[in-house]
């Protein structure tokens, strides 16, 4: 209940807050810009996942809007002459169809005649530009003349506005580029216009007329057959009407799935990253919320007079609370302005670092630009409010339970907030955690594992670590206090960390949080990166590597013709070439990939990395037809094991796989089956192949047979072992950059709240500061202490931080990271990586601490005592 | 210390408007006057914790006016120390600690600062107390701190601001009891600053202090009765 003596919030806003938050200007601003930080990071990261997932639509749907329904052929792809068959299926029905060939397209660079280089590779749309004559014939502003005479050139390609930029070409500009294995040229004849309806068309975008683009194939099948209905009365009906029609009829043969299926299906298979970049965006929130509870309890010190009259006139402790906690709501709504703006500012980076990331680990996407809803806006305020409430809470508590007496009580040290001063609330809420482990991950869908205990045990170590680490600062003040007992600014730096306020538990705990995180982050990257290494080693054990030019994962559209694999095979100074062939299959209704490679290669020149197994093939059951080697993701996602069979509709009819052992596999996380290449060419009967990998003989020069073949074969990419490793390395690196900016970011804010913290305690220890000169303490002296102080925090804060790294790497590794991705990973302390965050974090420590006594003293005027 | 012509104003307001005075070797001397008369004003000029406007401040044969920071730093570690009405103890140190600081700045060797240290709390009676923060103190116990942390370095010269306007009337006594026999036995001379008739027993002078002035010796009746 309110006093009958109070006064507004606007009216406590007006004479109160936004005067003091003027007259502090610098450490409002840094505040807000460090809260916006956060805010925005966080936002960009949920945009960036946004687009990620978007981008899983089909390219054509940018052409043409969203398709209804879209029918695929596992392999080798639709027949062009079941057209007429599906349009007689459906009959009067009124529908188009929209007939699809989609392939990557790689430029050969001019300067050297070989293919690729960074952005070479865009993704190339087969589809009949009568169809689409609305973007076709807008191309360059064209006439519908001009159009014609595109379908009429047998080389035309459009491509999109920074496809052009890129390549530094423009219309009538003939281009050089691999396709499907081989170089072809290709007239550029108009740059397609940046949207369609105010629909943006995808950056990394080329399309051709189907017809013309079939016979530069020589081929006559199509990727996919995509259906739509046109608006219209009982569009609904006909729509469910179409899609059993065709799945009667085709069903069997191929698939017929909607577009929302696909969406689901990229959400679903991108889930657990996503997660993972939204978690480690709430780094930098969270330690900004340190941050503000932090910057109001030195509002709360430093304004002591002025609650203690605030008091002395009638107002009641619910009052000053409620008060204070308005000016935080004042602090939360502009933190959600900042970080509405730092979002968005933001997510350009993010949409393109994240969109690189899913390309490489799960399949090409058309990257969609990062935009700005509603709901964003809603939830930046949500957050910059909420987070500023619950930080604010303790200060305002605080503000409103102590005594006026004490306030004015002058030296009196206000001691930390009382639940600073029981640890044992913290050890207790560490111990929670540790038994969370024991529980199951939740299940939201068969084949998906969400690891919450994880996510929550991570929770209460850094909630409980927080309250825990509260004897740090003392032991380190002790410390500080044996080693320099001769130095004054040693023995001053060492008393106040002995006897910390609130700031200094909320300083360090921000560090905490930061390093926490950040190592831990690093603990499990390093760890990744030791066994991800460790598994290439044992994987690439053939001397070359064959791809076709532009492969970036089987759909991609691009492989190598059988044909030319044969001609390369029967090069003398090659002994063996291990083909490999992925196709798409549903175990356990989950989406997977079926391999196929040669099981006679395996043991002397191939080697998989087991988990578990291998059984003695001779063992199979007789009323199974092949031997399957299945990732642990696929394991662990299906709750297969191994001696037991799983059954598989392939063209061929069904077959029933035998699960012989487990393998590690740390190329995909949705699962893989690997059958030997003789099953599967006999069940899926094609002819191209994805990869392959070339054994030589003892005397052969790796170099010269790279040489030769790429002489040969142009449109094939020709690696040497070692190159191959480093490539797929890179590709580790790019999947971990988002995640490096991530820690960097989080980092940045804790060390930008430790010149915040010592900022405010130098604020308010003013004639304290006065009394240290009249000692005769020296400006230098004073910021000396100030340094040491913060150097204090960042200490506690990293070797804390450590320690809480450790058990949050166990957790990331054997906990979050096998029940999100099902991958084992060999544990590696990443040494290098905490020395250099150690020392990073000490020396810029060191220097903003010291920098901040400086700056603050140059300025400073001693006040009378 | 010789003060010439000192002047001080904060925006029209001129508060110390040309004070002259010498204070000798071992001399106690008291500044007596109202509230706003100038007091505080003018010891902060002579603690350097402000710069005056003019006027010229001449202590121990140097100008203070013309020392750099480092040389007016250097001063107050040697011969220049304060005591304050609010005690103003750092407090974060315990009472051994606050006496030790100055000793500290000064780079004494640790022998010496702990002989020291135990000399002057046994002097001011806080031996037993020695371990305690300011905070766990009584008012009297925290100005008896105050006195032996000014004293430590043997200073030239104590400033002292209403050393007993914070202390009950046994505990001001008592304060200034200690303060004449410590200055006398450390050879240490005094300038307080007070409006106490009884805190200005212990000086040899009294000087009034009016509208920025300081006047002559104040008349023998304001002189309280020595004994």
Known sequence: MRSPTTISIPTFWRLFSLRHARTEWMQTVLLLLILGLGVGTFLSIRMANRAAVEGFQL???????PSDWIIEAPTNGIPVEALPRIREQLGSLPVQIFPVVERNLTRVLPSTGD?????????????????????????????????????????????????????????????????NGRKVSFTIRGILPEFRDSVPLPANLAIADLGALLQRLDRATLERIEVIVPEGAGREATVERVGSLLQEAFGSRWSVTSPTDKEVDGAAMTAAFRLNLTVLSLIALLVGLYLIAQTLDATVSRRRTEIASLRSLGLAPRDIQRLWLSEALLYGVAAGIVGLLMGYAMATITVEAVTTTVRALYRDTAQTAATLRFSDGLLAFALGIGGSLVAAWLPARDAASTPPAQFLRLGKRIPPFPVFQHPWIGLAAIALGALLLFLPPWQPRPGTTVPVMGYATAFLWLTGG???????????????????????????????????????????????????????????????????????????QADLFLSSAGFQGADSGQRMPGIVLDRIEKDPEILELDRYRSVEVRVNGSRTTLGGSRFDLLGDRQRLLWINGPLDPDSRPPDTDAIAYANENLIRRTGLAVGEAVRLTTPSGPVVLWIGGVHADYARDNGSLLV?????????????????????????????????????????????????????????????????????IGLVVALAGLALSLLSLLRESGRELSLQRTLGMSRREIALT???????????????????????????????????????????????????????????????????????????????? | MRIEGLRKAYGSQTVLKGVDFELGERERVAIMGPSGSGKSTLLNCLAGLENPDAGLIRFMGQDLGTLGEAAVTALRRQSLTSIFQFFHLLPTLNARENVEFPLLLRRDSRDERMAKVAALLEEVGLTQRAGALPSELSGGEMQRLAIARALITEPALVLADEPTGSLDSRNGARILDLLRELTERHQTSLLMVTHDIEASSICTRILQMRDGLLLEDAPQLLRPDPA
């Open chain 1, 59 to 65: 390219f054509t749907e940018s052409l043409k809007g």
């Open chain 1, 115 to 179: 293919p690729g280089g960074a952005g070479s590779t865009i993704r190339l749309l087969g589809v009949d530009l009568v169809q689409i004559r609305s973007v076709a014939s807008s191309v360059d502003n064209g006439s519908m003349d001009d159009f014609w005479s595109i379908i009429d050139d047998p080389d035309h390609l459009l491509v999109s506005r920074e496809v052009a930029d890129r390549w530094q070409v423009s219309t009538g500009d003939p281009v050089s580029l691999v396709l």
């Open chain 1, 466 to 540: 927080t309250l825990a680490t509260v004897g740090s600062l003392r032991w380190l003040g002790r410390i500080l206090h044996r080693t320099a007992p001769d130095s004054a600014p040693a023995r001053l730096a060492a008393s106040r960390l002995r006897q910390p306020t609130s700031r200094h538990q909320l300083a360090l705990s921000g560090f905490f949080v930061a390093i926490g995180m950040a190592a831990s982050m690093a603990f499990l990257i390093n760890s990744f990166q030791h066994t991800v290494t460790a598994w290439l080693e044992q994987r690439l």
């Open chain 1, 676 to 744: 030997d290449l003789g099953n599967l060419e006999s069940w899926y009967q094609f002819s191209e192949y994805d990869t392959a990998g070339a054994f030589l003989s003892e005397t052969a020069d790796p170099a010269i047979v790279q040489a030769r073949l790429r002489e040969a074969h142009p449109g094939l990419a020709v690696r040497q072992n070692g190159e191959l490793m480093d490539a797929a390395l890179f590709i580790f690196n790019q999947t971990f950059a988002v995640t490096r900016a991530l820690q960097l």
């Open chain 1, 786 to 865: 100030t340094a040491l102080e913060g150097m204090g925090i960042a200490l506690a804060g990293l070797l804390s931080g450590i320690l809480l790294s450790i058990g949050l790497g166990l957790v990331l590794i054997y906990v979050i990271n096998r029940q999100s991705f099902g991958w084992t990973l060999q544990l590696a302390f990443p040494w290098t990586d905490i020395l250099l965050l150690a020392s990073g974090v000490l020396g810029l420590g060191l220097l903003i601490a010291y920098a901040t006594g400086w700056l603050y003293l140059r300025k400073w005027k001693a006040a009378p005592l």
